[in-house]
């Protein structure tokens, strides 16, 4: 029996780990490392309407436990990714999830209109990028937005839709709510903290943007809280990231509320981190002698393992 | 393709102690082209990083490295027999082909002298070094082994240059291979424009996942963004777009 | 001539390094490693009207390149304070800065009132504080009600007033306006980022209080952000803290916009972190030819180092 | 006071290879009482951790460590020469002349018989130690050197309890000393309420500062809240308020 077995979004997957958006292309990068079908899902690259060269200057810079980037919704489009990306994933037998950001509401609708007539699995709303200037995080700071914008999509498409929120707000409860109360089959959480760093060298900003967003280990307390916090409120299904890079983290956010987990900036510390993510989860489920991963989403909130396990 | 690495090893090449050569044991066997890289997983810091294959000796690599922080510090003092985490070969390579029946300049700047190293085993019918230090020189004795003609220059970066395009007023060069600081590739590609030589330059970028999936790396070229880990490091010498 | 030598608030400082409160008692614990004086000024334990025990069960847990706690406002009272512990702090020739942390409004008047009769050189209101049930944070997050606090705190002291921030908000910017605008003479920039962690051995969150503040370097780059953006629009100094450990991080804080910075977190990972940092910024001077450490306050912003330095 | 030490030592003390003894040469010389601790800071690792003075002699101090994490692996790869940073003496050790001319009962659980070691150097006029371990003994050959009397159980540290509670029946102690986890602590300090024995008990709590600045460290006690790291670890053994 395969114990990491999950069915969320009305998907069959095989586990419940998927990657985070943006880093892991569109699935074609880690293939000398394993196969992709081997998880759960593949998120892609967040997507734009039309074809995206991202921002200039320097997009990266190791920071404690962390990394900042400002890559800018640097893509091919979404008709690209339809056409050639798309198919072949699919043939190779791969639940995708595509990401996308519009620069208003009309375009989340087209997105997803085109999403609609194409074999994509999910559709996961990317209202929090922190490096556009239009749209992006702006969307996801305001309650309103978000459910509108989940509302409109939600009208044009009978696939799973999921909101990626941002972490940058004073409140995710609110806006988790907003997107729950308009439709939305489950939320990702979370998208980059904001942040910066400065060359002490020359006394500039490193990033060509000035701002980027901090993913990584640094972040896991502040994602894990949130998903903690939104499990609380709402009924749909949660895929958790944020600094997740071994089973034990991936771990925490099951039992924080977590339905999925995905790895992001993990891929770049180690190549094979949601594979080995998998084996541990495995491992774990095995010598605690609990039968399925489904069983422990939430555990935190019920007081813990109980003493058989 | 993930590697084990075993320290074989590790050696200060310079006085001050701030290059060192590092060998290490592969637990595989892979083709390599002058110029690819590696990715060493450093394990005080977050992020791999992304090193020249300076050479190759069946599954040992050679290492030519310049601490410059806290990723390449902790390269410093692994001791022989310390187990390091690889993935490689990574990015495009030099082309030799370019310059193989041709006469044919390397230029290299400082660390950059890393990724050519390999081109000395290129059999290029007629290649000269040209390499610059700002003051100490880096494996010189290994580049005049096969080419005695190498010239070094132990002051700036720019110097190397100038002697370079000095040579131009009386030799002829069809292909020019180099890397060093981007002050010094872009001052040479305006010498390699001027005097419409060809080329290949290897360029450096802050990286990320070094596979080509996360597009921290990428920079500005005649045909828009590439990524340096997967279109290059090494791009023709008229592609790059350097900024001010 | 001594290059850190700093003005602000009106106060004349020998460097501009203090610590974060919390994480320096009231100056009595590192006296073994060196004389509290060597600091510009010495930040005290956030403190309330009355004695509070604080929270319950475990109050910290390490996260990577970062901290939680859930101390919970643990003090003496502001009564014991200004009896015990000021006046020694004065007569070994300290610049104090208080932080007072009132349940509503009427107790940071009161708490104000008995500072002004006192021997400290500053209040620092905590409207920030993530581990107290009452107050705090709530605080923190409303524009509004910052501005109305310390507009009434002003109408009672003539003493210097410096607001703590929070970082759990969307839009720390017009959060820090309106502390400006109601006569703040200078803001704290970060308290903690609200964080969990879970013990995936037994299933249950570590911290007592389940949520707690996050510090120390992972959190940095959040905490460079907000003092660059908010630097951009107030006149008013920033003490800039959040993850500052060596010199190139406080050097990085300045850059950014901080008159001072302040150490937390970094006094636990060395204690002699505030020394070493001011020793540090004075080679760092040196080095690079530069006159006064207020040269490069909000150097960022202006093009960074010229070619001369 | 910070301290500079450099490795001297470092064995493994069972053969799980779990606890190891490490010997540390310390720069400065200070007085120690059993029961104090040192904050070792660890490279890897954000906060220094906390880790009981065993022993002494002369500027060398002698830690007993179970690897547990992190911190605790990279102390236990530690080689002779290397380097590593201290601060200490911290905490309240045990006062040794409540038991000075008593007879005294010592009680350790697994890695909690490491305060307990220096001890053994306390001239008590008569004191026999009870240690109890999850499956394998540590130093137990230290111990009984000086009490030949020790006993061990190498089962459930509540078995050493029964047998200490069992000895009551025959036997009058004064004065006891402790240390091991939370669980015994607490079924100690019944044990010795009933028995109205007074006694010192050694708790463990998570640390950050180490030196009463953070207020981390706090444990519930008769009297309060309070620092383990300043007013404990060591406690009078009714003073601790242990949670469920
Ligand atoms: C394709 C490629 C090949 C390289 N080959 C070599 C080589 O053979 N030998 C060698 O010594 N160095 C090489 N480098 C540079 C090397 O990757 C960096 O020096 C190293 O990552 C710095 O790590 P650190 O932790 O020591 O310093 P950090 O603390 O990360 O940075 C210190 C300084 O190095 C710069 N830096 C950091 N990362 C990079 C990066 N990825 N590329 C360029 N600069 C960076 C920073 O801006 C900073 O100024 C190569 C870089 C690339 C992209
Ligand atoms: C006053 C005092 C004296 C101690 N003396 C010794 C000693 O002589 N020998 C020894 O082996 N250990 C001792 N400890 C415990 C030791 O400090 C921890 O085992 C160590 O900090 C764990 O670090 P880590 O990175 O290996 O594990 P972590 O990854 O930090 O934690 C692993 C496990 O250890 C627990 N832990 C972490 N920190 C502490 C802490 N400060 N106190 C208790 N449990 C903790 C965690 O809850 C977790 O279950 C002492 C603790 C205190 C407070
Ligand atoms: C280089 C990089 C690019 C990213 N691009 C996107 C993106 O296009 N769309 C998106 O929704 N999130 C994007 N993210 C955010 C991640 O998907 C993820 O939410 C975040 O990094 C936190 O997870 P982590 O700490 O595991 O990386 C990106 C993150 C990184 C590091
Ligand atoms: C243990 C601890 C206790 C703290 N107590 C207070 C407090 O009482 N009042 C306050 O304003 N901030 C408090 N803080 C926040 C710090 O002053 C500081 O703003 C924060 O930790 C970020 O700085 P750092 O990363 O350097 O620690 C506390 C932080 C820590 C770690
Ligand atoms: S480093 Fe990730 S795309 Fe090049
Ligand atoms: S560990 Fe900081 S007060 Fe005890």
């Known amino acids: 029996m395969n114990k990491l077995h999950t069915e969320v979004f009305g998907i069959t997957l095989k586990n419940p780990i998927t990657v985070g958006s943006g880093t892991y292309g569109f699935g074609e990068n880690y293939k000398e490392f394993y196969s992709p079908t081997e998880l759960g899902a593949i998120t892609v690259k967040g997507m734009t309407m039309l074809p995206r060269e991202g921002n200039s200057g320097t997009r990266g810079a190791e920071t404690p436990g962390g990394m900042l980037n400002c890559v800018g919704l640097q893509n091919p489009g979404i008709d690209v990714f339809i056409k050639d990306y798309l198919p072949k994933l699919k043939n190779e037998g791969n639940i995708v999830f595509a990401n996308i950001a519009g620069k208003d509401i009309e375009e989340f609708v087209e997105m997803a209109i085109k999403l609609e007539n194409s074999q994509v699995d999910l559709i996961e709303l990317n209202l929090s990028c922190p490096n556009v200037k239009e749209g992006g995080i702006a969307f996801g700071t305001s309650g309103e937005m978000v459910g509108l914008i989940t509302r409109k999509v939600k009208e044009v498409t009978g696939k799973p839709v999921v909101v990626k929120l941002t972490p940058n707000v004073t409140d995710i409860v609110s806006i988790a709510v907003a997107a729950e109360q308009n439709g939305a089959d489950g939320l990702t959480l979370i998208n980059t903290l904001l942040g910066m760093a400065i060359d002490v060298d020359t006394g500039n900003p490193i990033l060509g943007n000035v701002f980027g967003g901090l993913s990584g280990p640094a972040i896991k307390p502040v994602a894990l809280k949130m998903v903690y916090q939104v499990y609380k409120h709402v009924k749909i299904p949660i895929i958790g990231m944020g600094g997740i890079v071994n089973e034990r983290d991936a771990l925490e956010f099951f039992m924080a509320g977590a339905s999925m987990i995905g790895v992001g900036t993990g891929n770049f510390i180690d190549p094979m981190c949601p594979l080995k993510i998998k084996e541990g989860l495995e491992r774990y489920l095995d010598i605690k002698g609990i039968g399925k991963i489904t069983e422990i989403v939430g555990l935190a909130h019920r007081g813990g393992l109980t003493d058989g396990k | ?244």
Chains 1, 3 share one sequence.
């Open chain 2, 1 to 244: 393709m993930e590697l084990k690495g075993l320290v074989k090893s590790n050696e200060f090449l310079t006085s001050q102690r701030d290059v060192f050569q590092l060998r290490i044991e592969l637990n595989r066997e892979f083709e390599f082209k002058p110029g690819q890289f590696i990715n060493v997983y450093c394990p005080n810091k977050v992020l791999p990083r992304p090193i020249s294959i300076a050479d190759k000796e069946g599954n040992i690599i050679t290492l030519l490295v310049r601490i410059v922080g806290e990723g390449t510090d902790f390269l410093s003092k692994t001791k022989i027999g310390d187990r390091v985490k690889v993935i490689g070969p990574l990015g495009k390579g030099f082309n030799t082909s370019h310059g193989m029946d041709k006469k044919v300049a390397i230029i290299g700047g400082g660390i950059g002298v890393a990724p050519l190293l390999g081109l000395r085993k290129a059999n290029f019918k007629d290649a000269k070094y040209y390499l610059g230090f700002n003051s100490e020189g880096i494996l010189v004795e290994e580049f005049k082994k096969v080419y005695p003609t190498t010239i070094t220059y132990l002051t700036e970066d720019t110097t190397v240059l100038e002697a370079f395009e000095e040579s131009l007023k009386t030799e002829v060069y069809n292909f020019v291979y180099a890397c060093g600081p981007e002050g010094m590739l872009k001052k040479l590609q305006d010498i390699l424009q001027k005097n419409k030589i060809p080329g290949e330059l290897s360029v450096e970028k802050k990286m990320a996942c070094g596979v080509g999936g996360c597009l921290i790396c990428t920079c500005e070229t005649t045909k828009g963004k590439k990524r340096v880990c997967k279109e290059g490091p090494v791009f023709d010498s008229q592609e790059v777009l350097f900024s001010e």
